[in-house]
T-cell receptor
Framework: GENVEQHPSTLSVQEGDSAVIKCTYS??????FPWYKQELGKRPQLIID?????GEKKDQRIAVTLNKTAKHFSLHITETQPEDSAVYFC?????????FGSGTKLNVKP | SQTIHQWPATLVQPVGSPLSLECTVE??????LYWYRQAAGRGLQLLFY??????ISSEVPQNLSASRPQDRQFILSSKKLLLSDSGFYLC?????????????FGAGSRLTVL
C-alpha cells in the first residue's frame, strides 16, 4: 500500500513569516494530493489540493507544489497569522483510498 | 448540497462492551465511504472503506468491523471494546463517480474506553 511521510512534526514560526510542510509518497499510482487543516477537537477541513497533472497550485496565501518524479509535495503558507495555528495533514489518493501523513502541528506566534 | 452526519459525538464505554457508530450522507448517491481513527495527538489511520452496498475493505486487522446496509449509511461496530480502541473516529465520503475527488469528513465521534 501507499506510505506517506510528513515533516516536520512540529513547526513554530513568527507571525508574518512563511511556513513550509513537506510530504513524500511511495506509490507512483497516486494521482491526487489534498491538504487538510485540523483545529483542536474538530474535523479535518480541506484547504487546498493538487492533481498529478499539475505542478503547482495557489490560493491566496496558500500554495502547493508537486514533484511527481521525486514523489514529493509541499504546502507553503505565506504571511502566517495566529489563526493558521493548527495541525496540517497531507494525503495521497489512489484506487479509492486516501492515505494520510502523520501531521504537522503549526504554531504561529503573535 | 451534500452533508454528512455522524453520531454519537462522544461516548464512554467500559472494556468488553459493544460499539456502534453510525454515519449517513445526504445529497448524493453511491458515495465512497470511509472510517478513519485518530489516536490522541496522532495521524489519521484508515480503518475501512466501501465503494458500494455490502462492499467493505479493511485496511488493518483489528477489533472492529464495518457494514454498509444502505447506499448512504456506514456503520462501525465492535463486539467487545479494548482500551486501545479509544480515539477519535471520523467518517468521510467522496464522490466515486468523479474519480479522485474531495474527501469530506463528518464531525467525528470521540470514544473513551475505560
Amino acid at each position: 500500500g501507499e506510505n506517506v511521510e510528513q515533516h516536520p512534526s512540529t513547526l513554530s514560526v513568527q507571525e508574518g513569516d512563511s511556513a513550509v510542510i513537506k510530504c513524500t509518497y511511495s506509490d507512483s499510482a497516486s494521482n491526487y494530493f489534498p491538504w487538510y487543516k485540523q483545529e483542536l477537537g474538530k474535523r479535518p477541513q480541506l484547504i487546498i489540493d493538487i492533481r498529478s497533472n499539475v505542478g503547482e497550485k495557489k490560493d491566496q496565501r496558500i500554495a502547493v507544489t508537486l514533484n511527481k518524479t521525486a514523489k514529493h509535495f509541499s504546502l507553503h503558507i505565506t504571511e502566517t497569522q495566529p489563526e493558521d495555528s493548527a495541525v496540517y495533514f497531507c494525503a495521497a489518493y489512489n484506487f479509492n483510498k486516501f492515505y494520510f501523513g502523520s501531521g504537522t502541528k503549526l504554531n504561529v506566534k503573535p | 448540497s451534500q452533508t454528512i452526519h455522524q453520531w454519537p459525538a462522544t461516548l464512554v464505554q467500559p472494556v468488553g462492551s459493544p460499539l456502534s457508530l453510525e454515519c449517513t450522507v445526504e445529497g448524493t448517491s453511491n458515495p465512497n465511504l470511509y472510517w478513519y481513527r485518530q489516536a490522541a495527538g496522532r495521524g489519521l489511520q484508515l480503518l475501512f472503506y466501501s465503494v458500494g452496498i455490502g462492499q467493505i475493505s479493511s485496511e488493518v486487522p483489528q477489533n472492529l468491523s464495518a457494514s454498509r446496509p444502505q447506499d448512504r449509511q456506514f456503520i462501525l461496530s465492535s463486539k467487545k471494546l479494548l482500551l486501545s480502541d479509544s480515539g477519535f473516529y471520523l467518517c468521510a465520503w467522496s464522490n466515486a463517480e468523479a474519480g479522485a475527488n474531495v474527501l469530506t469528513f463528518g464531525a467525528g465521534s470521540r470514544l473513551t474506553v475505560l
